[in-house]
């Protein structure tokens, strides 16, 4: 099939935001694949900012964001468009509009959005969220539309071409393993969870005013709460923001973080982990290095 698309503006090379701090390594992805015109996937821990990742790609960008969050019975036809044939019957008996227009009954979907947004010229970042929750067909079913960036309203006749391709990110927490054939149209990058340094940076952009010997004992606690064996879930980047912010409203020393752990709720959101960490000597674990 033929390109009609234009060539879009350039755009500049995505750096991060200032409150969405980013390894070199993903802003280098998120750059090629804005490059490349290709969905960009990503995966990662729970609370590594795959969803927040969307929305600062936009703001550093300076588009608009169109948000799509997948459920276990979205289908692909969700994102195009819907015919609210509920609202058609009701007009028909008890409406004055004409129901013969058919248009007035098409709600477009989030991808159905950038499609028409692109149509006109004007670029957008689509965010199609936690996609491994649909059914093992969605992606597939996704496949034409990402690939041609058009379709056809068949209740109206209408072709909704994007003139310039949108940026779609598309996250995956992993619950199932999606089509070789949909993996093979993106660009991949998965989130690693980030080291002492750049937690530290990131703690600093939502927290500028917290003292910096409680932020580094807590750094240091919060990775040790992370190796701890068996744990079902470990703290996320996320969790260790709202840690902070505790520790910071109740005034902790930072001495005491070395052999205890206040507020282990914050970080552990599985009762078998708060009973695993109520047994650690932590004093005896601050002796390792992390």
Same mark, same amino acid.
């Given at each position: 099939?033929?390109?009609?698309?234009?060539?879009?503006?350039?755009?500049?090379?995505?750096?991060?935001?200032?409150?969405?701090?980013?390894?070199?390594?993903?802003?280098?992805? #998120?750059?090629?694949?804005?490059?490349?015109?290709?969905?960009?996937?990503?995966?990662?821990?729970?609370?590594?900012?795959?969803?927040?990742?969307?929305?600062?790609?936009?703001?550093?960008?300076?588009?608009?964001?169109?948000?799509?969050?997948?459920?276990?019975?979205?289908?692909?036809?969700?994102?195009?468009?819907?015919?609210?044939?509920?609202?058609?019957?009701?007009?028909?008996?008890?409406?004055? /509009?004409? #129901? /013969?227009? *058919?248009?007035?009954?098409?709600?477009?979907?989030?991808?159905?959005?950038?499609?028409?947004?692109?149509?006109?010229?004007?670029?957008?970042?689509?965010?199609?969220?936690? *996609?491994?929750?649909?059914?093992?067909?969605?992606?597939?079913?996704?496949?034409?539309?990402?690939?041609?960036?058009?379709?056809?309203?068949?209740?109206?006749?209408?072709?909704?071409?994007?003139?310039?391709?949108? *940026?779609?990110? *598309?996250?995956?927490?992993?619950?199932?393993?999606?089509?070789?054939?949909?993996?093979?149209?993106?660009?991949?990058?998965?989130?690693?969870?980030?080291?002492?340094?750049?937690?530290?940076?990131?703690?600093?952009?939502?927290?500028?005013?917290?003292?910096?010997?409680?932020?580094?004992?807590?750094?240091?606690?919060?990775?040790? #709460?992370?190796?701890?064996?068996?744990?079902?879930?470990?703290?996320?980047?996320?969790?260790?923001?709202?840690? #902070?912010?505790?520790?910071?409203?109740?005034?902790?020393?930072?001495?005491?973080?070395?052999?205890?752990?206040?507020?282990?709720?914050?970080?552990?959101?599985?009762?078998?982990?708060?009973?695993?960490?109520?047994?650690?000597?932590?004093?005896?674990?601050?002796?390792? /290095?992390?």
């Amino acid at each position: 099939m033929p390109d009609n698309r234009t060539a879009a503006p350039p755009l500049p090379h995505w750096r991060g935001t200032p409150r969405y701090i980013a390894a070199d390594d993903l802003c280098a992805t #998120v750059n090629v694949a804005v490059a490349l015109g290709r969905p960009l996937l990503v995966k990662g821990e729970p609370g590594t900012g795959k969803t927040l990742l969307a929305e600062a790609i936009a703001q550093g960008l300076g588009l608009e964001l169109l948000t799509w969050h997948v459920k276990s019975t979205t289908r692909a036809q969700d994102g195009l468009y819907l015919y609210d044939t509920v609202a058609r019957l009701n007009d028909s008996r008890f409406g004055d /509009r004409d #129901v /013969r227009d *058919i248009a007035q009954y098409i709600v477009l979907g989030p991808l159905g959005q950038a499609f028409e947004r692109a149509q006109n010229g004007e670029r957008v970042v689509l965010l199609i969220d936690e *996609i491994d929750k649909a059914d093992l067909e969605f992606p597939n079913d996704l496949l034409h539309e990402l690939d041609a960036m058009r379709f056809v309203v068949a209740e109206t006749g209408r072709t909704i071409a994007a003139a310039v391709r949108p *940026i779609v990110v *598309i996250t995956s927490n992993a619950e199932k393993e999606l089509p070789d054939a949909f993996l093979r149209r993106c660009v991949f990058h998965y989130i690693e969870f980030p080291d002492e340094a750049l937690l530290g940076q990131i703690c600093r952009v939502h927290h500028p005013q917290v003292d910096d010997k409680l932020l580094a004992a807590a750094l240091r606690q919060f990775l040790r #709460v992370r190796s701890l064996p068996e744990l079902r879930k470990k703290p996320s980047t996320s969790e260790l923001i709202d840690w #902070v912010a505790g520790l910071r409203l109740a005034g902790i020393d930072p001495d005491k973080l070395e052999s205890a752990l206040p507020f282990a709720g914050v970080l552990l959101k599985q009762e078998r982990d708060t009973q695993r960490a109520a047994k650690v000597d932590f004093a005896k674990l601050a002796q390792r /290095r992390f």
